[in-house]
DNA sequence: CCGACTTTGTGAATGCGTTCACGAACGCGT
DNA sequence: ACGCGTTCGTGAACGCATTCACAAAGTCGG
């Protein structure tokens, strides 16, 4: 009871639905182009647009952080750029650790996107000894064995794993041993993590396949005539 | 009312709920691992388990294909893999058109993953003249403007991006002109698609913002105490 | 052949996310 | 100053997905 005085303010970030939460970054992404494009204010229904959805969407999304729409008017877009980057947590710089410097590694850590968006390469990591000391990115590789001081000194706290499926659980315990609390994985596998640490997953296979069902639904119904 | 008698085999296809056509190969997936362990048989507990997820969605997820469980025993694992297959469309080879051979580019096209799932790439496409001619992962880079010719004698109907952002829209409009189907979008930026082609995105970006998030929100509350 | 045990398949309950719909608030033109 | 048109913010309705919970259906040892 006593506390929330001193919560109201920040209280908010809380209990964001985990789907607008995803939809933030998109809605930042549109209003970057509605600013070069010189809009200064801009609707729901001008964000929706921009971003792919409907704009009661975009309202009980925007609501969630706050108040700051203008009635008759719209977001005005500086504004709203701000206070979405403060609900992301984009104020201030992350620092991230890729463990798996393959194939996917090599394009990942070559990734402007990255940089552009605030997120640190903090280092390099392979179990690979010929990959060691390789130089990807203006970064040297570093070996497995060096995760938990890379992690450690760097003040990492987001892993990426871009390691072959065998590897990756084993990655994974070792990034949370480490200390590191977000993981994004990319290598086709289930991951078991621990309380408290925040997992993502991208899964191209899962994807075409997704995809696949959809081919594969159409060529039955539409064989049939209808 | 006549034709109803040769639907009922193939209309179960029809109304598969989306979340669980996502869930479909990561069973999948998690079969052939159980298949390779030896296993002839899984209830739905030990599926779940090794799938990520709980033994209720399993049951209900595979409903949808049909009832091929066994009570008492479980599922045969060979032959579930056999429905999940079907259902997915993964009896056929489904073949893919690559655009965009840059940085992300390169490693899509030396994926292994595509050619083990049952994925043909028919063709690597790019616009800038100094790529076109390469040869990537056995195959040569084509220029954009033989994009449809690759289609169509391809046999394509997925189409994969990982250009530019810039480039994307375009790059999609013209899929969709030489006849794709399915779209999976690596660019991020939001696009826009005519009725009755399907779009998927992956986005890094995104990925990491919602990581961000929920770092921010540890870290405000972690502050605080509690 | 039977009874105990296991596991499926599925209605019912619950929860979450989306969409609708409208009152409240604001800018602007007159 | 005031009314008009626009747009936000949000309760309510709706729909989809998840989870619960259990009867039905099978196995298997004796
Ligand atoms: N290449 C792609 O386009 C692509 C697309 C989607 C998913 N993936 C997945 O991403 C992962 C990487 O793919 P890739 O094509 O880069 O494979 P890769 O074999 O080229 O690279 C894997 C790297 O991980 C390193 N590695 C292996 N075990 C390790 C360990 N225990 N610790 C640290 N590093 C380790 C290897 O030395 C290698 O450098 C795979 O799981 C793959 O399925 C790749
Ligand atoms: N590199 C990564 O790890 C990574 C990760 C996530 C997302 N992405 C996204 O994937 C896309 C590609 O990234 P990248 O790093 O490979 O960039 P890149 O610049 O290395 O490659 C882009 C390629 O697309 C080609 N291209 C440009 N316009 C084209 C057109 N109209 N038609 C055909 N080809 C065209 C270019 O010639 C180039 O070869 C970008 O949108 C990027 O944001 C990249």
Known sequence: MSEQGGFTASARHRDIPEASVARLPVYLRALSGLADAGHVTVSSEGLATAAGVNSAKVRKDLSHLGSYGTRGVGYEVDELVHHISNALGLTQRWSVVLVGVGNLGHALAGYAGFASRGF???????????????RVAGLTVRSIDELAEVVT????SIGV??????????VCDQLV??????????????????DGVELRKVDLAVELQILSFHEHRKSVSGAVGA
Request: aromatic share 2%; net charge negative.
């Open 153 to 156: 000194t760097g003040g990492v």
């Open 177 to 194: 041993a480490a200390g590191v609390t977000s993981i994004l994985n990319f290598a086709p596998t289930v991951l078991q993590v621990p």
């Open 120 to 134: 640190r390469i903090a280092g390099l990591v392979d179990a690979d000894p010929a990959r060691v000391g390789e």
């Open 161 to 170: 794993i871009a390691t072959p499926a065998g590897a990756a659980q084993v």
